[in-house]
């Protein structure tokens, strides 16, 4: 069974070119996009290969996902041209 990735243009498709443009010439923002790829390459691995992973962890990894993509919507959105 696939799990998707919750990669954050498939999950703001209409924020593709700021999240380019922000991974590109924000380097913060790389490095916590970076991050938050890899939490979540993390999970799906535990999800996918049905490792056994306490209810505990494995909630507090996705709490943390949940808290970095958050984050990370903030910038991205703060940062995407505005139409009028």
């Given at each position: 069974?696939a799990?998707?990735?919750h990669t954050?243009?498939a999950?703001?498709p209409?924020?593709?070119d700021?999240?380019r443009r922000?991974n590109?010439?924000?380097?913060?923002?790389?490095?916590q996009s970076?991050?938050?790829h890899?939490?979540?390459k993390?999970?799906r691995?535990?999800?996918?290969?049905?490792v056994?992973?306490?209810?505990?962890?494995?909630?507090s990894?996705k709490?943390?996902?949940?808290?970095?993509?958050d984050?990370?919507?903030r910038?991205?959105?703060n940062?995407h041209?505005q139409?009028?």
């Amino acid at each position: 069974m696939a799990i998707d990735p919750h990669t954050l243009e498939a999950d703001f498709p209409e924020y593709t070119d700021t999240i380019r443009r922000l991974n590109e010439q924000d380097l913060e923002f790389k490095t916590q996009s970076d991050d938050y790829h890899r939490l979540d390459k993390q999970i799906r691995g535990l999800e996918g290969r049905g490792v056994a992973t306490d209810d505990q962890h494995f909630t507090s990894l996705k709490i943390q996902r949940a808290h970095m993509k958050d984050r990370l919507y903030r910038r991205i959105s703060n940062s995407h041209p505005q139409q009028h």
